[in-house]
C-alpha cells in the first residue's frame, strides 16, 4: 500500500496548487490535508476528530507552511520532533517566507528540509516534483518509521 | 593649543566696535606718557627738588616736551603690534585672529612694564639734563638718585591704574575669545595695589620729609621700613583671603574637568564675599545642567525603545509582506498556468497572451517584493565586518549568471587579490547587484565585455564594477541610486528599480560611498569604497 503525504496548509489555493504540482510530477499517493495546526497534530497522533486512527499508518512525509491558525508550523515541527512516536518522520517545511529566522528555527527543531514556494508555477511543479522523488522515492526511511 | 571654538554667537557679545577699542588705547597711550611726567615734575617742584622758575624752564624748552612726544609715538608704534591683532579680530572675528588676538593679550603685559620701566628711567634723566642745560639748577649726586626714585615711584602709581584700564580694554574682547588661561591673576591685581602702592606712598612720604627737613635720620628708616613690612603684610592676607575666595574656581581652571561628568561635590564656597556668592551659583547652574542632562538621556532612552518598538513593527510588517503578498500572487501565477494547461483549446491566441501578461506580472511582483524585502534587510540587520576576499566572490556570483545563461558571450576580468573588510553577506548583495547591472545592461552587445577591479585615490581602495553596455545618461545621475528610479524601460531592459538603492544604503551603512560614471552606449563604471 502507498504511504500517504500529509499536507498542511490554510490557503485553499496553495493547497489546490500543491496538489495539482503533486500530480504533475505524477505523485499519486493520498494526501491528507490538514488546514491548521491543531488538525495537523490531531491527525498524527490520532486525537480529536481522528480519534481511532491507527498510528501505525503515518505518512511518507510531512509538508508543512509555517504561518497556520491557531498553532503555527514552528509549534507544530516542535511536537512531532519532541514526540518518540512521530520524531523519525521527514518533514519538509514548504513556506512563503525566507527569512533567515524561519529558516533557522525550523532546522533548529528539526526541519529535514526547508523549501521555499516561489510565486511562479512552472517552478513550482519542478520543486514539487525534486521533493516528491527525493522523498517518496529516493529517500529510505527506517522501517518502524513510523512506529518509534 | 587649545583650539577654539570661536562661534558667531559668541561674537555679539562685543560690544566694543573696533575703531571704539582703537580710540580708547590711543587716549590710555597718551594719559600713560603725559600723566606720570606731569605728576612727576610737580612733585619734584613740591617737595623742592626744583623750585617753580626750573620747573616752567623745562617746559618752555624744546628738548622736555619733544623727549616726551617722542616717547609717545613710540610707545604707541611699539604696542600697536600687541593691538592690531585684537583689532582686526574684532573686525573679522574668525578662529585665526582669535589665536593671534590672544598671543598678543598674553604677552602685552610684560611689554608694556618693559617699555614704560625704560621711559621711567630715561625721563627724569632728560629732566635733569635740560634743567642743568636751559636753567640754573645743578644736581648734586644725591639729586640723581632721588629723582630717579620719585620718577619711578610716581610712575608706577599712576601707571598700575592705566595697566588696569588697558587690561579692562582687552576684558572686553575676552567675552568672544577662547581665554584657556587667565591673563592676569587676581592675586597679581591684589598684591600690586595692597602691597606695591602703599610701598611706594610710603617712601614719598619719606622722601617729602627728608626734603623738607633736610636730613634722613635712622628713625626714618626705621618708620619707613615697618610702614613696608606691613604693607607687605598686610597686602599677603589680602591675597590669601582671595585665593580662599578663589580656590574652587581656581582648580577648575586648574583642571579643566570634562564638564559632562562633572560632579559638583567638591565645588564649595571658601567664602562669604561674591566670589562665595558665585561659586554657589555656578555650582546650582552645574547641577541645573547635569539634572537635564540626565533628563536628556532618559529622554533619548525612552525614544530609542519607541524607535526600537516601530522596528520590530517594522520588520513583523516586512514578514509579513514577504508571506501575505506572495501567497495570493502564487495563486494568480498557478491557476493562469492551470487554465493554459487545461483549457487551452477553449481559449484564442489573445486569451493566452493575457494569460501570459498575467503571469509576467505576477512575477515582476514577487520580484519587486523580494528586492524590497532586501533593501529593508539591509538596514535592519547588524553589521558583522570580517576580511572579505571580493574577487572569489566576483567569481562565484559571475559562474551564477553565466549558468543562469550559458549562451551569452561575456569576456569578464576580474581582477586577483581584491580584498576589504566589510559584513560579507552585504557586500555580497553589493556585487551581485552592480555585477547583475552590468550582465544585464550589456545584453545588447555582440562582445560583451565587463571588468572588476581596484583603483587607489586619496590613499583609499575604491572598487569598480565596469562594462560596455547600454549605459545612462549623465544628467540622471543622481537619479540613479534613488528607489524605484529606473533609466531605462522594461521592455528596453527589465528591472524593479531597487538593486542600486539597496546597494547605496549598504555601502553608506560601511561608511562608504558609491558613484558611477557613464557615457550613453559605451557603458558604465560604478565606484564603491567601504
Known sequence: MQKTILLVEDNPNDEMLTIRALKKNNIMNEVIVA????????????????????MND????????????????????????????????????????????????????????????????DQFIKAVGQLGLYWLVLNEAPKSASLR | MCHSAVTPELVLLTK?????????????????WIVPAMFGLSFLTYIGILNIDQLIGIMMTPMEPAFIVIWMVFAYWYFKRYIQPVVSYLQQPDEINGEAALTCMYRF??????????????????????????????????????????????????????????????????????????????????????????????????????????????????VWLVLEVLAIAGSLIFVQSFTQSLSPLQDLVNEKPDFRQFSTVNLRPRSTDEIGVLTLSFRRALDELQQHRDNLEELVDERTKELQRLNDELEAFSYSVSH???????????????????????????????????????????????????????????????????????????????????????????????????????????????????????????????????????????????????????????KLFGVFQRLHTAEEFSGTGVGLATAQRIVHRHGGTIWAESVVGEGATFYFTV
Open chain 2, 324 to 478: 501575505d503578498l506572495r501567497t495570493p500572487l502564487r495563486a494568480i501565477d498557478g491557476f493562469s498556468q492551470a487554465i493554459v494547461e487545461d483549457y487551452a483549446g477553449r481559449l484564442d491566441e489573445t486569451g493566452l497572451d493575457y494569460l501570459s501578461r498575467i503571469r509576467g506580472a505576477s512575477q515582476t511582483m514577487a520580484e519587486l517584493i523580494d528586492d524590497m524585502l532586501q533593501l529593508s534587510r539591509v538596514t535592519r540587520s547588524e553589521l558583522n565586518k570580517e576580511s572579505v576576499d571580493l574577487s572569489s566572490l566576483a567569481d562565484k556570483i559571475i559562474e551564477n549568471y553565466r549558468l543562469v545563461e550559458p549562451d551569452r558571450n561575456v569576456k569578464i576580468i576580474v581582477d586577483k587579490g581584491l580584498a576589504c573588510v566589510a559584513d560579507k553577506n552585504l557586500v555580497m548583495i553589493v556585487m551581485n547587484n552592480l555585477i547583475g547591472n552590468a550582465w544585464k545592461y550589456t545584453g545588447n552587445e555582440d562582445v560583451a565585455e565587463i571588468s572588476i577591479g581596484k583603483k587607489t585615490a586619496d590613499g583609499q581602495d575604491v572598487f569598480f564594477v565596469k562594462d560596455n553596455g547600454a549605459g545612462f545618461d549623465m544628467r540622471f545621475k543622481n
Open chain 2, 109 to 222: 603685559p610684560l611689554h608694556f612694564w618693559l617699555v614704560f620701566l625704560l621711559y621711567l628711567v630715561s625721563a627724569p634723566t632728560s629732566v635733569i639734563l635740560s634743567a642743568e642745560y636751559f636753567t640754573d639748577y645743578v644736581a648734586q649726586p644725591i639729586d640723581w638718585f632721588r629723582i630717579h626714585l620719585v620718577a619711578l615711584i610716581v610712575s608706577i602709581i599712576v601707571g598700575l591704574p592705566i595697566f588696569f584700564r588697558m587690561l579692562d580694554l582687552f576684558g572686553n574682547v575676552a567675552s568672544s575669545l577662547n581665554l584657556s588661561r587667565p591673563h592676569i591673576t587676581i592675586k597679581t591685581k591684589v598684591f600690586m595695589i595692597g602691597a606695591l602702592v602703599p610701598l611706594l606712598i610710603d617712601t614719598m612720604i619719606v622722601q617729602y620729609y627728608w626734603t623738607r627737613t633736610g636730613y634722613f635720620t635712622f628713625e626714618t628708616f626705621i
Open chain 2, 16 to 32: 566694543m566696535s573696533p575703531a571704539e577699542f582703537n580710540k580708547s588705547y590711543i587716549r590710555l597711550i597718551i594719559i600713560a
Open chain 1, 58 to 121: 503515518q505518512p511518507e512525509v510531512i509538508l508543512l507552511d509555517l504561518k497556520l491558525p491557531k498553532i503555527d508550523g514552528h509549534e507544530v515541527l516542535k511536537r512531532i520532533k519532541s514526540d518518540e512516536r512521530t520524531k523519525l518522520l521527514p518533514v519538509v517545511v514548504l513556506t512563503t517566507s525566507n527569512e533567515d529566522q524561519d529558516v533557522i528555527a525550523s532546522y533548529q527543531l528539526g526541519a529535514n528540509s526547508y523549501i521555499r514556494k516561489p510565486v511562479d508555477f
Open chain 1, 35 to 54: 488546514r491548521d495546526g491543531v488538525q495537523a497534530l490531531n491527525y498524527l497522533f490520532a486525537e480529536g476528530e481522528h480519534e481511532g486512527r491507527d
